[in-house]
């Protein structure tokens, strides 16, 4: 290759690590606000679920459709939550190949993909719309666990379900249990999806970061060996 051909090489892939250096500086500036929120969004999402908990342990006899079907055996639902962009390494493959197991282990399900930029309003409405058709509504999506590491997440949404086995803690009502009940239920569902739409756009946004990263390092890799390569091809044109 002749030394103008290099130069222009060099010239170029410098040109990409800035595009890529300014695309991870970008992704880190989102990353660390979503970061803060989604923190404070799992503490709250946590302890609403909880007081729900407690409440339906406290009284077994209330029946909310939001936590009982009778239809057990019927067709199931599975909502997927993908990345809306791209640049994010194998962020959405990954989600896909875990769909495909899904499929394979429990039978096809009807699938609805969700992207990030969706009202929630409107997700919420949907999911209530759908649960008239489908005795189950499992949801897949990424969990943010570090800038460099990510967990797939598989769970059912409805009927809410709860692993405890008796109440921990006694509340005094201003109305009926069943009144409270069914207003934390439709507040849980919308906080629930708000955070997993949360934990994906944070996984997304540092699977981002961690590749833009990738590639300006390699971007320095194959400039280092261009101007190797660069200075050989000079030095052979002046003892030549």
Known sequence: MKTRDIKKRILSVKKTQQITRAMKMISGSKFHRLEQALFKSRDYAKALYEII????????????????RKDKGGPELLIVFLADRGLCGNFNSNLLKAVEKINSENGKMKIWVIR???FVDNIIKKILEYYKE?????????EFKSVSARKIIYEQLLPLKSDKKKYIVDYIYGIEEEEILEQLAREFLSVKIKHVLLESITSE?????????SASRNAEDMIVELTRAYNIARHEALIA
Not at 134 to 142: A, D, E, P, V
Not at 205 to 213: I, L, N, Q, T, V
């Open 53 to 68: 908990e407690n409440i339906l342990l406290r009284n077994n006899s209330i029946i909310h459709p939001l936590f009982y």
């Open 116 to 118: 990030d930029e969706v």
């Open 134 to 142: 489908y005795s189950k509504i499992k949801i897949l999506y990424t």
């Open 205 to 213: 946004e540092s699977a981002r970061m961690a590749a833009m990263d």
